[in-house]
């Protein structure tokens, strides 16, 4: 399997190897699903799509009926989850604000079957700081200059 497989827009993707842009970027997949992202992300797709590096043994997407993706970025793994088993509800924890647009606009775009949650999953429920390290690399804290406030809940609360 190559990029060219599952990426209908696979020479916009190589091309982005050498240019960067400001804002988001779409990929049209194969399958149908059109993803929005930032230029860096770029390989997650090919972590996801090509490389299947969430189809863990012993785990069939098509047999789960609710998915949690905690951090969810712009919703990658949803999508995925959701092209192999559309009639799962996958819960979506994203609290970066930019993501959470992009986020909310993939699953949207797509009729993914997603409830989407602007909160950070942590130890407990409250508000938090989250430092804002670059597109992919967040991260809680107690203060930060490039940071924003988000709200946090625990397991037990996603849970109920």
Request: proline residues 3%.
């Amino acid at each position: 399997m190559s990029l060219r497989s599952y990426n209908r827009d696979w020479i916009k993707y190589l091309s982005y190897r050498y240019r960067t842009s400001d804002g988001l970027i779409t990929f049209r997949l194969r399958n149908g699903q059109k993803i929005s992202m930032h230029p860096e992300s770029r390989f997650t797709l090919n972590e996801t799509y090509l490389d299947r590096v969430y189809d863990v043994p012993g785990v069939d997407w098509g047999s789960c009926r609710h998915v949690l993706d905690l951090g969810a970025n712009v919703g990658i793994f949803a999508l995925y989850v959701a092209s192999r088993n559309p009639l799962a509800t996958i819960y979506c924890f994203e609290p970066e604000s930019k993501n959470f647009d992009a986020l909310r606009t993939n699953i949207k775009s797509n009729k993914a079957s997603a409830r989407i949650y602007q909160m950070a999953v942590a130890a407990k429920c409250g508000k938090a700081r989250l430092e804002l390290r670059g597109p992919l690399n967040h991260r809680l804290s107690a203060a930060g200059d490039a940071s924003e406030s988000v709200e946090c809940v625990d397991l037990d609360a996603v849970h109920s």
